[in-house]
């Protein structure tokens, strides 16, 4: 007979059709998510974590993300074999499908967690979602995988407060829009500056009553992980606590690693696991452990392995966070000092 104890605690989403969107060539390829999946599974991870398989997501759900007409091109699109959405962005046959199951992963994870199924969870999903707006994708982006999850908390099981944390080396310009005039979504971005998609700064703070529930933290290139560290906690650990989210997000991009061939900033892949420990300390404090990684970017393979690894080990409660086959930054860091000051000021910190 199964006791409390014995439920698994860290549910991961993932399915071979996460594969069908592809472009060879491009830094945005399936050979992301295989290379991922077995650094997985040689690190002995997946088995000690209870697999859900992913369903598309409820149009009607997604319709509250993306707009009617921005659905129907992309499925047209597809239908019509494929073609680009930007000189970034790429659709194939399969990838509206795919979209839907992506998004749809993220809601079964966010059905699994609130409904005491798992204590956490990791969304291994492609194609990623925190640059899509409600009326197009761009950078990579279909759909917005992290806001369908945050709209089905919201909306389908009642939450009132989602706190989204994205580490991706880009700003989350889809994710801030799509909640930047709501105070039932805390969205908080650290990300290279100025970059690409060229949104984040400390100014943009949300509008209406989502004022001061958009929190952007713009980082010059070669900051590392001393200076992730004190934003994690001078600014992420006191928003957290005034917020009291019930459920956390994590757009979890591992391009703002060192050796990331897209980007400048200085994470190392001991760096990535002290955020996801301060992340899921922060959901055991205040929201019964509950929360929920997904994957954004990342475009070093090795990184891209290691630094997921390390994040299933923070999610499983491990003390250890695996190899790091990459070591440290070898370039100094560039101080935070400047861009704390801002950030605390502009949001009563
Ligand atoms: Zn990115």
């Given at each position: 007979m199964a006791t409390s104890a014995s439920l698994p605690k860290t549910a991961y989403c993932y399915d071979p059709q996460f594969l069908k969107h592809d472009l060879p060539?491009?830094?945005?390829?399936?050979s992301r998510l295989e290379h991922a999946l077995a650094a997985l599974e040689q690190s002995g991870l997946l088995v000690r974590m209870l697999p859900l398989t992913p369903r598309p997501v409820d149009l009607d759900l997604l319709g509250r993300v993306h707009s009617a007409g921005y659905i129907a091109s992309l499925r047209a699109l597809a239908q019509r074999g494929g073609g680009h959405l930007d000189a970034d962005t790429y659709v194939g046959p399969a990838s509206f499908d795919v979209a839907l199951l992506a998004a749809g992963g993220l809601v079964e994870l966010v059905r699994a967690v609130l409904e005491g199924q798992a204590r956490n969870g990791i969304a291994l999903v492609r194609p990623p979602g925190h640059h899509a707006v409600p009326a197009r994708g761009m950078g990579f982006c279909l759909f917005n995988n992290i806001a369908v999850a945050a709209r089905a908390a919201l909306d389908?099981?009642?939450?009132s407060r989602v706190l989204i944390v994205d580490w991706d080396v880009h700003h989350g310009n889809g994710t801030q829009d799509i909640f930047y005039d709501s105070p039932q979504v805390l969205f908080f971005s650290t990300h290279q500056y100025p970059h690409y998609p060229g949104t984040g700064h400390?100014?943009?703070?949300?509008?209406?009553?989502?004022?001061?529930?958009t929190v952007n933290v713009p980082l010059p290139a070669g900051v590392g992980d001393r200076g992730f560290g004190r934003i994690f906690d001078e600014v992420l650990t006191p928003l957290a606590e005034r917020y009291q989210p019930q459920l956390i997000l994590v757009s979890a991009g591992y391009d703002a690693h060192w050796n990331d061939p897209l980007a400048g900033l200085n994470l190392s892949v001991a760096g990535y696991w002290r955020l996801a420990r301060t992340v899921v300390g922060l959901a055991e404090r205040l929201c019964e452990g509950r929360v929920i990684v997904t994957l954004e970017g990342g475009y070093n393979l090795e990184v891209l392995g290691a630094g997921l690894v390390a994040t299933c080990h923070a999610l499983l409660g491990d003390s250890d966070p695996g190899p790091?086959?990459?070591?440290?930054?070898p370039w100094a860091e560039r101080p935070v000092d400047e861009v704390l000051r801002a950030v605390k000021g502009a949001h009563g910190l």
């Amino acid at each position: 007979m199964a006791t409390s104890a014995s439920l698994p605690k860290t549910a991961y989403c993932y399915d071979p059709q996460f594969l069908k969107h592809d472009l060879p060539g491009h830094p945005e390829n399936r050979s992301r998510l295989e290379h991922a999946l077995a650094a997985l599974e040689q690190s002995g991870l997946l088995v000690r974590m209870l697999p859900l398989t992913p369903r598309p997501v409820d149009l009607d759900l997604l319709g509250r993300v993306h707009s009617a007409g921005y659905i129907a091109s992309l499925r047209a699109l597809a239908q019509r074999g494929g073609g680009h959405l930007d000189a970034d962005t790429y659709v194939g046959p399969a990838s509206f499908d795919v979209a839907l199951l992506a998004a749809g992963g993220l809601v079964e994870l966010v059905r699994a967690v609130l409904e005491g199924q798992a204590r956490n969870g990791i969304a291994l999903v492609r194609p990623p979602g925190h640059h899509a707006v409600p009326a197009r994708g761009m950078g990579f982006c279909l759909f917005n995988n992290i806001a369908v999850a945050a709209r089905a908390a919201l909306d389908l099981f009642g939450l009132s407060r989602v706190l989204i944390v994205d580490w991706d080396v880009h700003h989350g310009n889809g994710t801030q829009d799509i909640f930047y005039d709501s105070p039932q979504v805390l969205f908080f971005s650290t990300h290279q500056y100025p970059h690409y998609p060229g949104t984040g700064h400390w100014r943009e703070t949300g509008t209406g009553a989502g004022t001061g529930y958009t929190v952007n933290v713009p980082l010059p290139a070669g900051v590392g992980d001393r200076g992730f560290g004190r934003i994690f906690d001078e600014v992420l650990t006191p928003l957290a606590e005034r917020y009291q989210p019930q459920l956390i997000l994590v757009s979890a991009g591992y391009d703002a690693h060192w050796n990331d061939p897209l980007a400048g900033l200085n994470l190392s892949v001991a760096g990535y696991w002290r955020l996801a420990r301060t992340v899921v300390g922060l959901a055991e404090r205040l929201c019964e452990g509950r929360v929920i990684v997904t994957l954004e970017g990342g475009y070093n393979l090795e990184v891209l392995g290691a630094g997921l690894v390390a994040t299933c080990h923070a999610l499983l409660g491990d003390s250890d966070p695996g190899p790091d086959p990459l070591g440290p930054s070898p370039w100094a860091e560039r101080p935070v000092d400047e861009v704390l000051r801002a950030v605390k000021g502009a949001h009563g910190l």
